[in-house]
């Protein structure tokens, strides 16, 4: 696993770090500071907010604090935690709005560059929906190009976020559940979403084990961003 770019943001770092435990599923904040590249400090408040989100575990290894992947199971009534998306979006301003503005309406979202590296986290991990770009610059290669990841995704609904105009009953024909266009506007990618959502019978996440989760709840959230105006605000977004 690289250490993170400068150009990676607080929102692809969370991925980064539950990419890192696919690989080897217990580690210690050392240890996970040395494979993301971040300072102890920043790894803390991100292995936080995953642990806040109900994406990892935490417990105690003769006095140190380890962290590993919550196991992925059957949907239970773990009704706390918030529903779990994520997106797979290689162009980091695109993310960075989509995530500040879902978080906002309460969701938990993990970011993935690379279709890659979303199968790997969706063979560990549990998601109640998953948003894609199509990662290719001609429209007739989509559908190919995320194929495997349909597939990688089984039950959990996704969706397509593409500029390219792409007829819905096609793409769902190939396995999506809809397709969200760009350029799009706020309130529109949140309806979308929760109508993906609404019908869903549980988040997929099991029942928080006994005795090993420790990390308090957080005081502040590991980010702080301006108040949107989502009647207002736009993003005018291009690309595949």
């Not at 979403?193 to 084990?209: E, H, R, T």
């Amino acid at each position: 696993m690289q250490p993170l770019e400068e150009t990676e943001t607080v929102h692809t770092t969370g991925g980064q770090l539950l990419l890192i435990l696919t690989s080897r599923d217990v580690q210690s904040v050392a240890d996970l500071a040395r494979a993301s590249g971040q300072n102890p400090t920043d790894t803390i408040r991100s292995l936080g907010r995953l642990v806040d989100q109900g994406f990892l575990v935490v417990g105690d290894q003769r006095g140190t604090a380890v962290y590993q992947l919550r196991p992925k199971a059957e949907p239970s009534n773990m009704s706390y935690l918030p529903e779990h998306i994520l997106l797979i979006e290689d162009d980091v301003s695109i993310s960075d709005l989509v995530v500040t503005v879902l978080e906002e309406e309460g969701y938990a979202v993990v970011v993935c560059l690379t279709p890659l590296d979303a199968m790997a986290l969706l063979d560990r991990l549990s998601f109640d929906l998953v948003i894609t770009d199509g990662f290719s610059k001609e429209p007739r290669t989509v559908f190919v190009n995320t194929a495997d990841l349909i597939r990688s995704a089984g039950v959990t609904p996704v969706a397509l976020f593409s500029a390219h105009r792409l007829d819905r009953e096609r793409a769902q024909a190939a396995g999506f559940r809809d397709v969200i266009t760009k350029p799009f506007a706020l309130d529109t990618l949140v309806r979308q979403v929760k109508v993906l959502l609404a019908d869903l019978p549980g988040n997929g996440i099991p029942d928080p084990p006994q005795g090993e989760v420790t990390w308090p709840q957080a005081t502040e959230p590991a980010y702080s961003e301006p108040a949107r105006n989502s009647q207002e605000r736009s993003l005018q977004a291009a690309g595949g």
